[in-house]
């Protein structure tokens, strides 16, 4: 028989915990891969777009085909945004809601623009649309231009970046199931009432979760965007396209410096997502920390 | 109001929900729907709200057809299993809100709002947890502030979803007997739906017992529970013991015990069944006659009731309850060989 210790005090997570050693082996190679990965870049593209002075880089930023640039992605991020705002509050209200045929195939359709390389995204826009595309002749009887032009660029940006929105509210909306809105309706909700004052008040932070990331993808997607572009100077070309342009022409400061705009806007991004988590995780809990007394009345 | 339910079918898919399902309610009646999980009374009662629409059939109310009446303009208090509280809005907000919803027309002042919701929740006694968000609430203080919220839009109807589902068995007590009294003093015609027949033996006016789908029987507590029109209210409304045998010529013959039949006087034999309930049994040493041997093989002695529990020789159970004085007076061993002898059994024919 084992001799069993009784004695001795024993640490009671013993045995769940790794050794010391895993422990701190594993936390220096996670710090290690984000430094050499992320913090190190990031830290280059600032060094590199200052390098010459904040002159340089203010005449980089606001130089023409800069601002052209800027305006673009704006544009485009604004349009794509509210777009798959409301698509993905639909598509999350049947998933999360109803009950129907093809709920699943839906479900996996909305993760398509994950799973497809944006170039080949791009590249069904420029096979729809372009000149010898589907409908190309018809678009160009019709003096319209799809591709190489703006119209191109909103379509794909809005492609790559509609699954944000969707996929962060359809399980806050199977989680809270449609119990809630039912008990609005009997209390003589319309259905608009019951939308702005029941559901959407229950998935706001999820919402705006998925707003955040759906515009950081619009912002910065290069893959798609370049194929249906054409790189028109002035014209079609987002930030990220601008960048590559710079960088191609040896231009490496100005390239920097536009680039710096786009890292400044992932760094507000994550402080945005940050500060959004932290409310969620709040208003999930908002449970006192100690809960009062029952008074005799109550049951 | 009163409320008319007439031959409502619902099928979900190839699952038929309700069959033909016709009972009234009166004015100011508190009535249970009770029936096991499954047996269609959850879904009545969302027909009768307007949650879900019947296939056939119709609701009406005060005898006029409400059928196809949108769920917002019946006029129904709605109370939830799971009370379905706005999570984001406080306590007073949530009772509010059937008020503020309302068309600007028809909408009462701010003042008006204030007025009234704080009389409702010191009707529900909670009006010191105006603000507080639901998930500070216990599990019966939530019940009763949707309770406040459902009577918040004045309905004419209150329909309750297994109140009481969710809470513990003394908050349940206690709940019920506060519901009782509620109801009692504003008299509003209410339906409640539960699978628990205590529940509904206490509480309901009249109990509407359903079973896949169908209405077994409807009447009043008393009545169910001392005159059951089939084994099956028999069987869900309590413990009884079964007698298998046959009758024929205006007996039952039930193993060991012979009883009077005369609804069934013709020659030709049918299979029928005996249900005793527990304290329909009693148990003696001696033969007292139609009965029937059997051994005593647990005795509980907690509280006023002691709960015998006997083996018959084909070894099959019977429970019996026996006043306590009886049973000290009796005082019978475990093991010993007592005669049990039922003082009232009911007959169903074509039951195996």
């Not at chain 1, 595309?133 to 678009?139: K, N, S, V």
């Not at chain 1, 003096?143 to 379509?155: E, Q």
């Not at chain 1, 950081?216 to 601008?242: C, Q, W, Y």
């Amino acid at each position: 028989m084992a001799h069993v210790d009784t004695g001795r005090a024993r640490d009671p997570k013993k045995g769940l915990t790794e050794p010391l050693l895993v422990r701190w082996g594993l936390t220096v190679v996670a710090l290690a891969f984000l430094t050499i990965f992320l913090l190190v870049p990031l830290a280059a593209v600032f060094t590199e777009a200052f390098r010459r002075g904040w002159d340089a880089y203010a005449s980089a930023v606001s130089e023409p085909d800069a601002v052209a640039a800027m305006k673009l992605t704006l544009l485009a991020a604004a349009i794509a945004v509210p777009a798959n705002l409301v698509f993905g509050v639909c598509a999350a209200w049947a998933i999360g809601k109803f009950q129907f045929r093809g709920k699943q195939v839906l479900t996996t359709l909305i993760d398509l623009p994950f799973a497809v390389s944006p170039v080949i995204s791009g590249m069904v826009f420029v096979l729809l649309f372009g000149r010898q595309g589907f409908l190309g002749t018809w678009l160009a009887d019709h003096d319209m231009r799809i591709v190489f032009a703006v119209p191109g660029i909103v379509l794909a940006t809005i492609f790559v970046s509609f699954p944000f929105v969707a996929r962060e509210i359809i399980p806050v909306m199977e989680a809270t199931g449609s119990q809630e809105e039912e008990a609005a309706r009997v209390l003589g909700a319309s259905g608009l009432q019951t939308f702005f004052r029941v559901t959407l008040p229950s998935i706001k932070w999820g919402l705006l979760y998925g707003v955040i990331l759906c515009n950081a993808r619009a912002m910065g997607e290069f893959g798609a965007v370049s194929v249906v572009s054409g790189h028109i100077r002035g014209l079609t070309n987002t930030l990220p396209l601008h960048v590559e342009i710079l960088y191609n022409e040896y231009q490496f400061q100005a390239a920097f410096a536009v680039a710096s705009l786009l890292a400044f806007l992932a760094i507000v991004t994550l402080v945005l997502k940050t500060i959004v988590e932290y409310r969620t995780r709040r208003s999930m809990d908002r449970q006192p920390a100690v809960v009062p007394a029952f008074r005799a009345a109550d049951i | 109001m009163s409320i008319d339910i007439k031959h409502v079918s619902k099928r979900f898919g190839s699952f038929t929900a309700l069959r033909d399902v016709s009972f009234e309610v009166r004015p100011g009646e508190l009535v249970a729907l009770l029936g096991p999980s499954g047996c269609g009374k959850t879904t009545l009662l969302r027909i009768v709200a307007g949650l879900e629409s019947p296939d056939a059939g119709a609701v009406l109310f005060d005898g006029e057809d409400a059928t196809e009446r949108r769920v917002g303009e019946r006029r129904v208090g709605f109370v939830f299993q799971h009370y379905a509280l706005f999570r984001h809005m406080t306590v007073f907000e949530n009772v509010a809100f059937g008020l503020r919803v309302r068309p600007r027309a028809h909408r009462p002042s701010n003042q008006e709002i204030t007025t009234k919701v704080t009389d409702l929740l010191k009707l529900v006694q909670l009006d010191y947890l105006g603000d507080r968000y639901p998930s500070q609430l216990s599990g019966g203080q939530r019940q009763r502030v949707a309770l406040a919220r459902a009577l918040a839009v004045e309905p004419k109807v209150l329909l309750l979803d297994e109140p009481f589902g969710a809470l513990d068995a003394k908050v349940r007590q206690e709940l019920r007997r506060w519901l009782r009294r509620l109801h009692e003093e504003i008299r509003l015609t209410s339906v409640f739906v539960t699978h628990d027949q205590e529940e509904a033996l206490e509480l309901a006016d009249r109990i509407v017992i359903m079973n896949e789908g169908r209405v077994e029987q409807d009447g009043s507590p008393a009545d169910v529970f001392d005159r059951p029109a089939s084994p099956f209210v028999m069987n869900f409304l309590g413990n009884v013991n079964i007698f298998h045998g046959r009758v024929e010529q205006g007996r039952a013959l039930l193993g060991p015990l012979a009883v009077d039949y005369p609804e069934h006087a013709s020659a030709d034999s049918r299979p029928a069944a005996g249900y005793a309930r527990p304290h329909e049994l009693e148990v003696a040493r001696a033969d007292t006659g139609n009965g029937l041997w059997a051994i005593l093989e647990t005795a509980n002695l907690a509280g006023a009731i002691v709960r015998l529990e006997l083996l018959d020789d084909e070894r099959k159970l019977l429970q019996v309850e026996v006043a306590r004085d009886h049973y000290d007076t009796l005082n019978p061993k475990i093991g010993e060989r007592l005669y049990v002898r039922p003082r009232r059994i009911r007959v169903f024919v074509g039951q195996d």
